[in-house]
């Protein structure tokens, strides 16, 4: 079964608002979450570490205003694009490292239009 | 930095064809190497892995062997199916951090 959530799996919203993506560990506890962001036919970009209990780190060139990020609890990332524009229409996906050496296991994916 | 360079594509093959994929590696200290799949609209499906040299990672009929001499993980499948075509990722992983990603080859198989 999945080990990853995110919730919605496809939002379509207007130019201005912002929307909010969650991301759950089903599984297990994480202290760890990833963000990553896919353009349609590329590859994912980190966009930022989600940290419980701390600040999220995120990548150069990665707004941290528009792109909040929240670490709520040891099961739940939520990641909130704020005043969302067209631009920043992709795949959204979320991370969290596994038991096993360098393993990572990854939620199905949030597709935003921004209208 | 850690980097993964795959093969550009599309590539597309007629069923039953043999697949390889280049993908080779920079990183530093001892990287896991990974393939993910992404079927068209869904997320990513892990494929295979390995974890140290010389390992080889197998699934569905896939096979790719972690390469340190030519720092490679190629895939390969001797014969594909039209239900493979989909976009491959090579990434690598080093400790709890983010996967680096490979740019992704879309796969296409003709019946």
């Known amino acids: 079964g999945a080990v990853v959530s995110q919730h919605p799996s496809r939002v379509i919203c207007k130019s201005g608002t912002s929307v909010k993506i969650e991301c759950r560990s089903l599984?297990?506890?994480?202290?760890?979450m990833f963000w990553y962001r896919q353009f349609p036919k590329q590859s994912l970009m980190l966009m930022a570490t989600?940290?419980?209990?701390?600040?999220?780190?995120?990548e150069q060139g990665v707004e941290k205003d528009k792109f909040l990020i929240n670490h709520a609890s040891l099961t739940l990332s939520t990641l909130t694009v704020t005043s969302a524009h067209p631009e920043d229409s992709s795949f959204y996906i979320c991370?969290?490292?596994?038991?096993?050496?360098?393993?990572?296991?990854f939620g199905p994916g949030t597709r935003l239009t921004v209208t | 930095g850690d980097s993964v360079t795959q093969m550009e594509g599309p590539v597309t093959l007629s069923e039953e064809a043999f697949l390889t994929i280049n993908c080779t590696y920079t990183?530093?200290?001892?990287?896991?190497l990974f393939w993910y799949v992404q079927y068209p609209g869904e997320g990513l499906q892990l494929l295979l892995k390995?974890?140290?040299?010389?390992d080889k990672g197998s699934n569905k009929g896939f096979e790719a062997t972690y390469r340190k001499e030519t720092t490679s993980f190629h895939l390969e499948k001797g014969s594909v199916q039209v239900s493979d075509s989909a976009v491959y990722f090579c990434?690598?992983?080093?400790?709890?951090?983010?996967?680096?990603f490979g740019s992704g080859t879309r796969l296409q198989v003709q019946p």
């Open positions: 991370s969290v490292p596994g038991q096993g050496r360098d393993e990572q296991y």
């Open positions: 599984d297990f506890q994480a202290t760890t």
């Open positions: 989600s940290n419980e209990g701390s600040k999220a780190t995120y």
């Open positions: 990183a530093t200290g001892y990287p896991s």
């Open positions: 390995a974890t140290k040299a010389d």
């Open positions: 990434a690598l992983g080093t400790g709890r951090r983010a996967l680096t």
